[in-house]
Structure formats: C-alpha cells, structure tokens
C-alpha cells in the first residue's frame, strides 16, 4: 500500500503541508518496504486547477491514501474516481502521521472546501 503526504520541506520531521494542490513535495511512503520518496509537485505553480494536477499527480503515485489537513471539493472528486481514501491528518510530522494511520488514530476527512481558484490557499 502506498500512502502520500503533503510536504513543504524533504524532510520527514518536518510538518505536513496545510495545503494539499499547492504543497512544495509529496512524500510517498510505501508500508510493504517501509521506505519513501519525496517529489516535487509540478501543480504547485499552477495558475489555477493545482487541486486536480495535484490529485492526479497522487494517483499517477499510485498511491492507495492520502494524509492531509484538507483538500478541495474538485481534487476529492479525482480521488474518489480513482478510489483513493483521504485521512485527516493530525498536528505533527510526516513520520508521525504515518504511524497513526498505521495504528487506526486517524479519521477519514468527510469535509471538502470549495477551492480557493488561483489565490493560492497557504
């Protein structure tokens, strides 16, 4: 199973990214290996539509699950096409969150927030 996370640093004591389309890396963590990579998001810059070029960027990981404080209503939807389940993530480091989705300590995110449509989102 893959699991990916918002980064804004390669560095997995670093906080999880409070923005999911504009987040600077994703970091992708594999459980069966218990390693990951860090890429970069290419839809960070994006004008507008980061959200979606993000969510596709994940699926295109073939990740199984997202960990992030929230996500847009159009990326959640790319997601849900895809199968994707999306966890709320909790205050802490990337490493942290993935023990606790790990040990079943974090809830699925149900809220979606309309987008912010080219101002960014930070």
Request: net charge neutral.
């Amino acid at each position: 199973m893959k699991i990916a996370i918002p980064a804004d640093e390669k560095i997995l004591n670093s906080e999880v990214c409070m923005s999911f389309g504009r987040a600077p890396y994703f970091y992708i963590y594999e459980t069966l290996t218990k390693m990951g990579d860090f890429i970069k998001n290419e839809a960070a810059k994006s004008p507008g539509g980061a959200g979606i070029k993000a969510a596709q960027i994940v699926v295109d990981q073939h990740a199984d699950v997202l960990i992030t404080p929230r996500c847009g209503e159009n990326a959640a939807e790319v997601f849900n096409v895809s199968q994707l389940q999306i966890y709320k993530s909790k205050n802490g480091s990337i490493s942290e969150n993935i023990d606790a989705y790990l040990n079943n300590k974090l809830n699925k995110l149900e809220s979606f927030h309309a987008g912010f449509h080219g101002v960014g989102g930070n």
